[in-house]
């Protein structure tokens, strides 16, 4: 089974696997992006699947809240609703939500948008395609790794750091490719809280070839167009 890991980063999407034969790439276009999801049996990626029609928070994003606790629960945004999805601009998406959940859509969601609709649009297309490409929060995988805590935010040296080690501690190459990928792609393109978070996705999605795939809900739902509405882990191995 092939697996990896990609997060969404400002020239398009990260991917890292740390499979038989480690590797990174940055996927620019759509059509690289389709490759991807076509080339690996399993892909944990940082990106909403399955929208609602007209409750403003998912189940799944609740719950993941619940889980991280008040200080991370800020990391978790909810994804706009269906109708807003194709909006032309987030004026129309703003008025789109507050129609149909009487609450305004956030920036931050508006800004993955143009993401979501991708994603969205490649796996309404290829429904068999969401057994392959499972939705993930990497807070919610460094949490499991570290025992069930987060003791510095990512946005911070010693945060970044220590989610580095805890990779690091699994795949002993992570920091290398931490370094190199830093010296490849310019800061504006691949951040670098997006290399660390592809890389504990790529490690998710690695152990569970061997260790049990636990949703958040227990029982996802599925949105009105058939995809799937939850957030995916592994239990600590250790």
Not at 122 to 128: A, P, Q, T
Not at 181 to 186: L, N, S, T, V
Request: charge should be negative; include cysteine.
């Amino acid at each position: 089974m092939k697996t990896a890991g990609i997060d969404g980063c400002k020239a398009g999407w990260i991917l890292i696997t740390f499979d038989e034969e480690p590797n990174y790439k940055v996927l620019r276009t759509d059509d690289e992006l389709q490759e991807a999801f076509q080339t690996f049996d399993r892909i944990f990626i940082d990106m909403p699947i399955g929208l609602e029609d007209e409750e403003y928070t998912r189940e799944c994003d609740r719950l993941l809240r619940k889980e991280l606790g008040a200080e991370y629960a800020s990391s978790v945004f909810s994804p706009p609703i269906r109708p807003a999805l194709h909006s032309p601009s987030y004026v129309e998406a703003n008025m789109q939500s507050y129609e149909f959940t009487e609450k305004k859509l956030t920036v931050q969601a508006w800004n993955i948008t143009p993401k979501i609709r991708t994603i969205d649009s490649f796996l309404r297309e290829n429904k068999e395609l969401t057994e392959t490409v499972l939705e993930s929060h990497p807070e919610l995988l460094f949490m499991n790794l570290n025992g069930g805590m987060i003791y510095q935010k990512k946005q911070t040296k010693k945060g970044l750091r220590h989610r580095l080690s805890l990779v690091s501690d699994h795949e002993e190459i992570a920091a290398d490719f931490f370094r190199e990928i830093k010296e490849e792609f310019r800061r504006n393109e691949v951040g670098e809280d997006d290399i660390v978070d592809a890389m504990v996705l790529a490690l998710a999605a690695k152990l569970s070839k061997e260790n049990r795939i636990v949703t958040l809900p227990e029982d996802p739902p599925k949105d009105s167009e058939g995809l799937p509405m939850a957030i995916h882990y592994v239990k600590r191995t250790r």
